[in-house]
């Protein structure tokens, strides 16, 4: 059964602060991994993919992957109250393509 | 614009009652799918497509069909709707090269 893991939140951080979003996996096959943000009611939103060990940069998005330690995270500088939504961390594995996702972390970004 | 459709966004109907949900793609995409998300239990995937004619289960396909006649369309079928079956419904589509999945923009069924 393959599985993903995230920190279950809520997750509340004052507007300007680091938010740091937590993932592991149990897949050792899994490829590549991916963060989606959700807002409520709403479908997700792709917004970092990482493909290999280290770290991705993308604004002020930072995405984290460790395979030995099958560790995945997404770090938010300068957070918004606009970025208040659901993460949903996935990750990819098999020749199907199959994502899994995990249940989400709901973050609060205080004004 | 490259996107991904679903119609209809909400749908109301009662036990029996044959639907389907239908989902479309303008980005020449291979890989479809169909999930589920239900408060607490997450996303999960209910059937998926890697081509035309090419459509196999994912975790949670019981009580639902699909069908794959062109690349750009992968509706949801639900011959016979029930409770159980209320939740929100995504179809997304999957890029080849990098495999990013992109989500329509959901479908709210409520089973009576």
């Known amino acids: 059964q393959k599985e993903v893991e995230q920190n279950s939140g809520p997750l509340s951080v004052p507007e300007g602060a680091i938010a740091s979003l937590n993932c592991t996996y149990s897949d050792r096959g899994s490829q590549s991994f991916f963060w989606y943000r959700q807002y409520s009611g709403k479908s997700p939103e792709l917004i970092m993919s990482?493909?290999?060990?280290g770290d991705k940069e993308d604004g002020r998005f930072t995405a984290q992957l460790n395979k030995a330690s099958q560790y995945v995270s997404l770090l938010i500088r300068d957070s918004q109250p606009s970025d208040s939504a659901t993460y949903l961390c996935?990750?990819?594995?098999?020749?199907?393509?199959?994502?899994?996702f995990g249940s989400g972390t709901q973050l609060t970004v205080l004004p | 614009e490259a996107q991904v459709t679903q119609n209809p966004r909400y749908l109301i109907t009662v036990t029996g009652k044959k639907l389907t949900v239908t989902c479309s793609q303008n980005?020449?995409?291979?890989?479809m799918s169909w999930y589920r998300q239900d408060p607490g239990l997450g996303l999960r995937q209910i059937y998926y497509?890697?081509?035309?004619?090419?459509?196999d289960k994912g975790d949670v396909p019981e009580g639902y069909k699909v069908s794959r006649k062109e690349k750009r369309n992968f509706p949801l079928i639900l011959e016979s709707p029930s409770p159980n079956q209320t939740s929100l419904y995504f179809c997304?589509?999957?890029?080849?090269?990098?495999?990013?999945?992109?989500f329509g923009p959901g479908t709210r069924l409520t089973v009576l």
């Open positions: 990482i493909y290999s060990n």
């Open positions: 980005m020449n995409h291979e890989y």
């Open positions: 497509s890697m081509n035309v004619e090419v459509t």
């Open positions: 996935a990750g990819l594995s098999g020749s199907a393509r199959q994502l899994t």
């Open positions: 997304a589509s999957t890029s080849g090269q990098y495999n990013e999945q992109f």
